[in-house]
């Protein structure tokens, strides 16, 4: 348990935000590994690789990538109500007790009396007086829907809808006003933006393109307050956590200030698991079994760079794989390679995967490459179509195949 402390300051300035706090001790906190393993312990190093603990005078030292959970503080306080919330383009979420737009930035005031500033080029979505829970789970099912322009909702009352009707508007946000009253915004078709009253707006949708080079998740970070930061790389120095967000904000938050560390990285699936939404497979239409799942095309173990693999796909060139992921996952996951197994002719395969019809990866292997498995690490957030496609560079197919082992896709 971490020893009561008071946060002091909040400054943000280009991507950083940074808290400073009294003295405190970390008596104690619990680990959770993926072997199932739950320890008592002290944090004594934490780099961005392992943990290293003293359980009880015991040296424990636990590498991030086995570490489902760290408990720091095991009461979390709830959110304030009402309070709003704040998605940031890497899926971050910020619990504030007030919001206000002003300029190109929105300035937050969050429940421990802290201000914190953050540029709206890194906001995803903001939600006003987010405490309702039926409201959230309308939201949420608004904004997953794909859209090619900003949005401002406005929710109306009167007494025929007491509990209000929600407006969406499409079109284009603008600055907020130097006072934080008011908001510019665009309609489609207008030139001219209005004055939308602040105090009118039930949320805003920024509309923000997928980030290609964003960084993969390693952990979820929750403060007190229930806010969620989503950190790639996270290290411990004194008395607080540096942590780089997916998006690639830099943090430093005081141990006093976080609940708890989840490595588990949300749910999994396989796509070998995934019934494709579409297939394409080559014009030769005596070739059969022009992919497999879990297993090699010869029908045995799939094994790359003398590794096997319980699960992945082993696909024939030409063979076009589209998968419906609905925006529910964030990354994916996957070593693409020659089976060990299988055997085939000379000449390049080429891999391409798309995300709602953008290249996010493209490969052109060999059989001579020196480097027998290629790591795969893509940020698929929001994406509806996931596209695979597995091609000769040349006419010449027969013989010329891939697999992707352990192709995975995490939320």
């Not at 503080?73 to 709830?78: C, D, G, Q, S, W």
Request: net charge neutral.
């Amino acid at each position: 348990m971490i020893k009561p402390s008071t946060i002091l300051t909040l400054v943000f300035s280009i991507g950083l935000i940074v808290f400073t706090t009294q003295p405190f001790v970390v008596d104690a906190s619990e680990f959770k590994t993926l072997k199932g393993e739950t320890i008592q312990g002290k944090i004594t190093s934490f780099t961005d690789t392992e943990i290293v603990l003293d359980a009880s005078g015991a040296v424990r030292k636990i590498p991030l990538l086995e570490m489902m959970q760290v408990t720091l503080e095991p009461t979390a306080i709830h959110p304030p109500n009402p309070f709003s919330l704040v998605e940031l383009s890497d899926g971050s979420q910020i619990v504030a007790n007030a919001c206000a737009i002003k300029g190109d930035a929105i300035e937050l005031s969050l429940p421990g009396g802290e201000k914190l500033t953050v540029p709206t080029n890194k906001i995803s979505w903001v939600l006003f007086k987010a405490q309702v829970a039926s409201d959230r789970a309308t939201w949420n099912e608004r904004i997953s829907k794909k859209r090619k322009r900003d949005v401002v909702a406005i929710l109306k009352k009167d007494a025929d809808n007491p509990e209000g009707i929600l407006n969406l508007l499409e079109g284009t946000l603008g600055k907020g006003s130097d006072d934080g009253k008011t908001m510019e915004f665009s309609t489609v078709g207008s030139n001219k933006p209005i004055l939308v009253p602040q105090a009118n707006l039930h949320g805003l949708v920024f509309l923000r393109a997928l980030d290609a080079e964003a960084l993969p998740v390693l952990c979820k970070v929750i403060d007190k307050s229930k806010s969620e930061f989503l950190a790639a790389k996270i290290t411990l120095d004194k008395e607080s956590f540096i942590i780089k967000t997916s998006a690639g904000l830099d943090l430093i938050l005081p141990l006093a200030s976080i609940h708890k560390l989840d490595f588990s990285k949300g749910k999994l699936a396989y796509l070998s698991d995934i019934e494709p939404s579409k297939i394409l497979l080559s014009q030769d239409e005596e070739r059969l079994s022009a992919f497999r799942k879990d297993s090699n095309l010869d029908g045995g173990p799939l094994r790359i760079n003398g590794i096997t693999y319980a699960k992945g796909l082993a696909m024939l060139a030409t063979t076009d794989l589209e998968f419906d992921l609905k925006g529910e996952y964030r990354e994916f996951k996957a070593i693409a390679g020659f089976d060990d197994l299988v055997g085939g002719i000379e000449g390049s395969v080429i891999l391409e995967i798309e995300g709602d019809g953008k290249q996010l990866v493209k490969l052109e292997l060999t059989r001579k490459d020196k480097k027998r498995d290629n790591a795969i690490n893509l940020n698929i957030k929001d994406v509806q179509r996931l596209r695979i496609v597995v091609r000769s560079s040349n006419p010449l197919e027969f013989g010329k195949h891939l697999d992707l082992a352990n192709a995975q896709i995490n939320k």
